[in-house]
């Protein structure tokens, strides 16, 4: 068992940064862990050191460069002093609540395929673990060359490598631009992004985008790249279909009427060896579940942590920030880390709290930012017809080959009202990924219309018996 200082932060993304820079500012010893090699989240992600300049170029963070360099510096400064521990390829796989605070069971993984077990204790701890893609399935989805729209960017960004030479992008959401303009950047043919939903739902409500310029912005200068590489972008349009023998060769889509259900006598074929789909970001909770912390409705199809205004969960002396409160991009992360951390000083007595005036600005540009993400959520919502496009011989879950027509029995004759009912009569969520690629699927055929909060995990991440045997007290299930 290692004593972690004042505070743990486990996600080093722009709210982990965020939260633990302003700790650190206001005196506090913190240790700040990350599953990757390097600080910055999937946003700021960087490029491997043999990945080359092509890699370098699309993991540049043109937006909040400047937020990522000066969060960078701070840390940098207080690992020197010693008042940083940070710790990268550190995976947290469970926590637990004590009296005296929270311990926090990693596995260190920064020696691959060793495993080491680290056990850290804290009187305060800050969850900003980010959130995955959402998928939803459609007949060809578990052919090869079918990736999610943020796994086609790790792997740009990482690597510098567009996973295929003509691909399709699919879904709905903001997220698919960004991807869009990478790949046409990094040489690869971007033959179509197909967006469910349509540009009225942003003129019906142009409040929240009006009040955050810098979003307009960014989302002109991705349109801007998108014309300029000539990548057709199809709105109310869904991909219903992968084909292909061995590997995807082609994509099937087709205009969705009003509910999302596919308009007969709009499909048409494009050729592809690589589709990326994405339906907006799942907030990943699984430390925060089993802490017992509260959960609210996202608005967006999910559930997220509930938080009061200064990012405290409903477990004294647990914070959270960034897409565990709800999906909204890197500024609105930022700001909701730096938030978190003026609670922990403040709940802690540390004297190094930021004036009045600042704290009431970074409150003002949370909630300004957190509108326009609710905003994104009204506009991209989820087709409550989606799941017309499932034959019954559609794989769900892929891990244990379920198909839509298993969980449909099952909901039909009543056995299974949700996701958790599903897993227990057909083992769809029981396999490697534990129901994070098929969880929101299968829930939304089970309880559609209903927001999707993932089940309790006490294990939240693959692991060894020997780093399960490691140091520390055996964690225990909160009562």
């Not at 003509?166 to 690869?188: C, E, I, K, S």
């Not at 292909?244 to 709009?266: E, F």
């Not at 994405?278 to 089993?290: E, Y």
């Not at 993932?454 to 045997?469: C, K, M, Q, S, V």
Request: hydrophobic share 45%; glycine share 14%; with cysteine.
């Amino acid at each position: 068992m290692s004593e972690a200082g004042d505070l743990v932060v486990v996600g080093a993304g722009p709210a982990g940064m965020a939260a633990a820079a302003t700790a650190l500012h206001g005196g506090l010893r913190v240790t700040l862990l990350d599953a990757g090699p390097a600080p910055g989240g999937q946003f700021w992600r960087r490029p491997v050191r043999t990945a080359g300049p092509a890699a370098a170029r699309a993991a540049d963070p043109r937006h909040g460069r400047r937020t990522y360099r000066a969060l960078s510096a701070a840390l940098s400064a207080h690992r020197r002093t010693g008042r940083l521990t940070l710790l990268t390829d550190h995976h947290a796989w469970t926590a637990a609540r004590a009296e005296d605070g929270f311990t926090v069971h990693a596995v260190d993984r920064g020696r691959a395929p060793e495993e080491t077990a680290v056990a850290l204790r804290a009187p305060a701890l800050l969850v900003a673990t980010g959130a995955y893609d959402r998928q939803l399935p459609f007949p060809g989805w578990d052919l090869p060359g079918v990736l999610t729209a943020g796994g086609l960017q790790a792997l740009l960004k990482g690597g510098g490598v567009p996973a295929g030479a003509r691909v399709v992008l699919g879904g709905t959401g903001p997220f698919l631009l960004p991807v869009a303009a990478a790949l046409a950047a990094g040489g690869a043919k971007v033959a179509a992004v197909c967006e469910a939903s349509g540009p009225s739902a942003w003129v019906r409500r142009p409040g929240p985008l009006l009040r955050c310029p810098a979003r307009w912005a960014e989302a002109a200068g991705y349109a801007a790249a998108l014309a300029r590489h000539r990548v057709p972008v199809r709105t109310r349009t869904a991909i219903t279909a992968a084909e292909g023998t061995g590997r995807v060769a082609a994509v099937r889509t087709a205009l969705l009427d009003a509910d999302g259900s596919p308009l007969p006598g709009t499909e048409r074929t494009i050729a592809a060896d690589t589709v990326g789909v994405g339906w907006g970001f799942v907030p990943q909770l699984d430390l925060l579940v089993t802490l017992g912390c509260p959960l609210a409705d996202a608005g967006d199809g999910s559930m997220a942590a509930a938080v009061d205004g200064g990012q405290r969960t409903g477990v004294p002396g647990l914070y959270a920030a960034g897409e565990t409160c709800g999906v909204g991009g890197a500024a609105l992360a930022v700001g909701e880390g730096r938030l978190a951390a003026v609670s922990v000083l403040a709940d802690l007595g540390a004297p190094g709290r930021p004036n009045p005036r600042r704290l009431a600005a970074g409150r003002a540009a949370v909630a300004r930012h957190r509108a326009f993400a609710r905003a994104v959520a009204r506009a991209h919502p989820l087709p409550p017809g989606w799941s017309s496009w499932l034959t019954d011989d559609t794989p769900v879950c892929r891990c244990e080959e379920v198909t839509a027509g298993a969980v449909r029995s099952v909901c039909a004759d009543g056995s299974a009202a949700d996701h958790r009912q599903v897993k227990q009569l057909t083992r769809a969520g029981m396999g490697w990924c534990q129901g994070r690629m098929c969880g929101p699927a299968v829930h939304g055929l089970a309880a559609p219309g209903q927001p999707y909060a993932p089940a309790e995990r006490l294990i939240a991440t693959p692991l060894t018996l020997g780093a399960l045997a490691g140091p520390g007290e055996p964690p225990s299930v909160p009562s």
